[in-house]
C-alpha cells in the first residue's frame, strides 16, 4: 500500500469555524512496504494526519491517493474494499468490555469475513491459536479468555495491537501505541510491530510521542509541527537541534533524558543521532 498526499488541508469537523486547520498543506509520499514514525507536540496533527489515512475523515482541500487510488471518488462498495486494507489502531482501543479477549482480537479478521463467518466467530471463536499467537507478540497470551474488562489500560492497548497481526490489512496506522505501557513492554510491543510489518511487506505508520523509540526503531521520521511537516528524514539526521525546534514549546514532552548522547563540545553543530544496536 504506497500514499500518495499532495497540498492537503483537513479541519476536524467539530472544529470552531475560526479554528486553523488541523492539516495545512501536507505532501508527502511513502513506498509500500515502508515503515515510518511521525511525531511532534500534543495538537501538531498526527492523530488527525492518520484519521484521514485511514479514510475515516476526508480532507478539505487536496489529493489523497491509497494503492494509486483517490478513496473519495471511489463507488460506496470499492470504498469498503478499500477501508478492509486498512487497520487503525487508536491510543484507546474501542474493545467492548464484556467481550472475550480472543474475541476481540479474532475481530480483526471482520473485513474479510463474510456476515455468516462474522457471526459464527462471534459466538464459536473460529481460530484460537492465530489469536493465542498474536497476543503472544505482545506478552498476553495468558489473558486469551479474560474478559476485555478486567484488563489493565496497558493491556487493552496491547489487544488493540494484537488485532492488526489478524488482519486483512496492507496498511497500519497506529496512534499512540506505548502510552500506557511501562518501558519494558514499550520495547517489547514496538519491536513486534515494526519487525512483523517489515517481515510481512506492510506499510506502517505510527505515532508516538517516545521520541526515542522512534529513533531507535523507524528509518523514517515524520516530523509535525502547528500541522504542517516540519521535517522529513531519515532518523540519523534527525538532529537534537530540529527535536529542540520541533518541541520548542512543548519542552515537557521532550524530556533530555530520552534522547541519544550527544557531547557537550559538539551542540555548536547539529549532531547526528547516534543510532542504537537492536
Not at 462498495?77 to 474501542?94: D, S, T, Y
Not at 525546534?245 to 555548536?268: G, I, K, M, N
Amino acid at each position: 500500500m504506497n500514499i500518495e498526499l499532495s497540498g492537503l488541508h483537513a479541519r476536524h469537523p467539530s472544529a470552531a469555524r475560526h479554528a486553523p486547520a488541523a492539516l495545512q498543506s501536507i505532501g508527502l509520499q511513502l513506498g509500500s512496504g515502508e515503515q515510518v514514525a511521525i511525531i511532534g507536540p500534543s495538537g501538531a496533527g498526527k492523530t488527525s494526519l492518520l484519521q484521514i489515512l485511514a479514510c475515516a475523515q476526508r480532507p478539505t482541500e487536496g489529493q489523497l491517493r491509497l494503492g494509486g487510488n483517490d478513496p473519495w471518488r471511489l463507488s460506496t462498495r470499492e470504498l469498503r474494499r478499500l477501508r478492509g486494507q486498512l487497520f487503525l489502531a487508536p491510543q484507546v482501543p474501542p474493545l467492548p468490555p464484556r467481550q472475550r479477549v480472543v474475541t476481540s482480537v479474532l475481530a480483526g479478521r471482520l473485513p474479510a469475513m463474510s456476515l455468516s463467518a462474522s457471526l459464527r466467530s462471534w459466538f464459536y471463536p473460529s481460530d484460537i491459536p492465530a489469536a493465542y499467537e498474536a497476543l503472544c507478540h505482545f506478552d498476553l497470551g495468558d489473558k486469551l479468555f479474560d474478559r476485555v474488562d478486567r484488563l489493565s489500560g496497558g493491556e487493552r492497548q496491547r489487544v488493540g495491537l494484537a488485532r492488526a497481526l489478524l488482519s486483512p490489512a496492507t496498511l497500519w496506522l497506529i496512534d499512540e501505541p506505548l502510552s500506557a505501557l511501562d518501558p519494558m513492554r514499550a520495547q517489547m510491543a514496538i519491536t513486534a510491530l515494526v519487525r512483523l510489518a517489515r517481515e510481512r511487506h506492510i506499510t506502517l505508520v505510527a505515532s508516538l510521542h517516545q521520541v526515542d523509540m522512534a529513533l531507535t526503531h523507524f528509518d523514517r521520521i515524520i516530523g509535525l509541527l502547528n500541522g504542517r511537516i516540519a521535517f522529513d528524514l531519515p532518523s540519523s539526521e534527525v538532529t537534537r537541534e530540529r527535536l529542540a525546534h520541533l518541541y520548542e514549546q512543548h519542552e515537557h514532552e521532550l524530556r533530555s533524558d530520552t534522547l541519544p548522547f550527544v557531547s557537550d563540545t559538539a551542540l555548536d553543530e547539529p549532531a547526528p543521532v547516534v543510532m542504537h544496536c537492536r
